[in-house]
């Protein structure tokens, strides 16, 4: 069965720092790229982070930019979102999500889905 579970959400304060993890299980994760998106209260799903089957040059979102590091543990079939300086439009449930192809930050190029894990910044 094609799976992702993510963990590490919670509440922090404003600046302060979480650190996302995304498990799969199911596929041959080395050959897929591994997206992070967001989707806050009333507002659309956007892209924050997505990497390459490598690791290599990853993608980000304006908005997390020099904030937000992706990485990933292929021997451990695991993506990391770590999230410094963390502010209130943070705020959303995180999801991680797989694809073949190349790395996006267009959640349709995505076929493979978590079940999101809730991240609260607020003093």
């Known amino acids: 069965q094609l799976q992702l579970v993510e963990s590490g959400g919670g509440s922090v304060q404003p600046g302060g720092s979480l650190r996302l993890s995304c498990a799969a299980s199911?596929?041959?994760?080395?050959?897929?790229?591994i997206g992070w998106f967001r989707q806050a209260p009333g507002k659309e799903r956007e892209g924050v982070s997505c990497i390459s089957s490598s690791g290599g040059s990853p993608n980000y979102a304006d908005s997390v930019k020099g904030r937000f590091t992706i990485s990933r543990d292929n021997a451990k079939n695991t993506v990391y979102l770590q999230m410094n300086n963390l502010k209130p439009d943070d705020t959303a449930v995180y999801y991680c999500?797989?694809?073949?192809?190349?790395?996006?930050?267009?959640?349709?190029?995505?076929?493979?889905w978590g079940q999101g894990t809730q991240v609260t910044v607020s003093s």
């Open positions: 999500a797989a694809r073949t192809g190349y790395c996006s930050l267009y959640d349709a190029a995505f076929n493979i």
């Open positions: 199911g596929f041959t994760f080395y050959a897929y790229k």
